[in-house]
């Protein structure tokens, strides 16, 4: 017999006879990052409404629940924070206009640079390298990698999610001709990152108190922002900088 880690009923065979899933049902790894990704993305309805408000609500404990095996109800990681990142990228292109300068100094090959490639870095390297920064801060604790990158892609799912509302409400100001300042966008934004994701660590990891997942969370994000600024000037070197 076998009892089923999604909803705990007890059944014989390869399926749940009460909610449907699989029997084989293990811990997260690379086999399952990459397993099913093209039938998850084509059912984009599957529970990824449901995901991002427990997500929202409750981070860290539906982000547990979900490596412990409850996945029956939430969209995969990687289809979730495929979804979110095509909304952002299609809504960001709305909200915010660039005025390109055709000066070719530093600031503006670095503001270009910003502008196109920064949200993408993001999204395509950041959330592996906070996966791989975040063991540093949580020594000994029983996740792999690939469990650490699926707490990071529901996370940044979130992150841009708060983002678009900070930008959407910087176009409504925009529209009446009193936009935000940029470095209150920018603060708003890196500031929600770091409490929401203290509060997911805090969650996740199980931390005494919640002054400690914040500095860690500062901590990792720190580390990302040194890696990001490393990126810019990497990319000012090779997109004009010789």
């Avoid at 604790?141 to 892609?153: A, Q, R, S, V």
């Avoid at 914040?214 to 990001?228: D, H, P, Q």
Wanted: with cysteine; net charge positive; glycine share 6%.
């Amino acid at each position: 017999m076998i009892v089923c880690k999604n909803c705990g009923k007890v059944f014989d065979g390869k399926y749940c006879t009460d909610c449907g899933q699989s029997a084989n049902t293990k811990r997260v790894d690379g086999k399952f990052i990459l397993k099913s990704i093209e039938n998850e993305i084509l059912n984009i309805d599957h529970g990824i409404i449901f995901t991002l408000k427990e997500v929202l609500l409750r981070p860290g404990i539906t982000i547990k629940k979900f490596l412990e095996g409850k996945r029956k109800r939430y969209s995969h990681p990687l289809t979730y924070i495929a979804i979110i990142s095509v909304v952002y990228f299609i809504l960001r292109s709305v909200l915010v206009k660039y005025p390109h300068v055709t000066t070719p100094d530093t600031n503006k090959i670095i503001a270009d640079f910003m502008y196109e490639y920064y949200p993408k870095l993001v999204v395509f390297v950041f959330i592996p390298l906070a996966a791989a920064f975040t063991p540093i801060f949580y020594p000994g604790k029983p996740y792999n990698f690939f469990e650490l990158f699926t707490f990071h892609c529901y996370i940044r799912g979130q992150f841009m999610l708060f983002e678009l509302l900070v930008l959407f409400i910087n176009w409504v100001l925009i529209q009446s001709g009193n936009p935000l300042p940029g470095i209150l966008i920018t603060g708003s934004a890196i500031l929600f990152n770091l409490l929401f994701m203290g509060w997911a660590q805090k969650q996740f990891f199980d931390d005494k108190s919640y002054l400690e997942s914040f500095l860690k969370a500062l901590g990792i994000v720190a580390m990302l922002l040194v890696c990001a600024i490393v990126i810019t000037l990497i990319a000012y070197k090779i997109m004009g900088g010789k």
